[in-house]
């Protein structure tokens, strides 16, 4: 059965502090995507990446870097967490990049 | 440009009666199309996706979704609600050409009524 796991389902963080979210998946895939997921707005892309040590910026990554050292492992950073980063976090990994995504179940993050 | 329209925001129907989830898309090339479900508290996962073979597209727990590619549509039915169907569904566009691009529509969230 496929998996992607993530860090922590909830955090609470002061605004000004580095958030390091980490994303696993255990499949092989290849590429590895973070969403962020706001009522009314469905998810947004803010980064994605193909290949290990490889990104590709989303629609929103103003405010987020990403790191992927190994093929299994996709780390979100905030640098500097704001209030307006307050969010439910998805991150995903698919075969090929057109194909279907499998999510895991998502990190609520709340900046104070 | 693309762009993704699911063009209700809340769908409200009785258990047993049919289930029509719009979705409307805009693409200069032909793109991928996929219908994800998110139930409360969990995770999203995939319930049907078209890729551009049969127009006509069968996924899990009886729903299924026609491209229409005159209407540019791929909306969402099944014939008989039940009540565990309650949850926010997202149609999905990929498009890969010179360039990748993925868009979610903004969700429809769909009520079950006993």
């Known amino acids: 059965d496929v998996k992607v796991t993530q860090s922590s389902r909830y955090l609470v963080k002061r605004t000004g502090e580095k958030v390091f979210l980490e994303c696993v998946q255990d499949m092989d895939h290849e590429n590895m995507f973070w969403y962020r997921q706001d009522p009314g707005l469905g998810l947004r892309l803010i980064y994605f990446?193909?290949?290990?040590?490889?990104?590709e910026k989303g629609d929103i990554p103003e405010g987020y870097s990403v790191s992927r050292e190994k093929k299994e492992r996709f780390s979100l950073i905030l640098e500097s967490a704001s209030t307006n980063q307050t969010s439910m976090y998805l991150c995903?990994?698919?075969?090929?990049?057109?194909?279907?995504?499998?999510f895991g179940p998502g990190t609520r993050l709340t900046v104070l | 440009a693309q762009s993704v329209t699911q063009l209700d925001s809340h769908v409200s129907v009785s258990e047993g009666t049919p289930v029509l989830l719009r979705c409307n898309y805009s693409?200069?090339?032909?793109?991928?199309l996929f219908w994800y479900v998110q139930h409360p508290n969990k995770g999203l996962q995939l319930l049907l996706k078209?890729?551009?073979?049969?127009?006509l597209v069968k996924g899990i727990n009886g729903f299924e979704a026609e491209f229409k590619k005159s209407e540019t549509s791929f909306h969402l039915t099944k014939p008989s609600a039940h009540m565990s169907d309650a949850a926010e569904y997202f149609c999905?566009?990929?498009?890969?050409?010179?360039?990748?691009?993925?868009?979610f529509g903004s969700g429809t969230r769909l009520l079950v009524r006993p």
């Open positions: 990446s193909y290949d290990v040590k490889m990104k």
């Open positions: 693409s200069s090339y032909s793109p991928s």
């Open positions: 995903a990994s698919s075969r090929q990049i057109t194909d279907t995504q499998y």
């Open positions: 078209y890729t551009s073979a049969a127009t």
């Open positions: 999905v566009v990929i498009r890969m050409d010179s360039s990748y691009k993925l868009i």
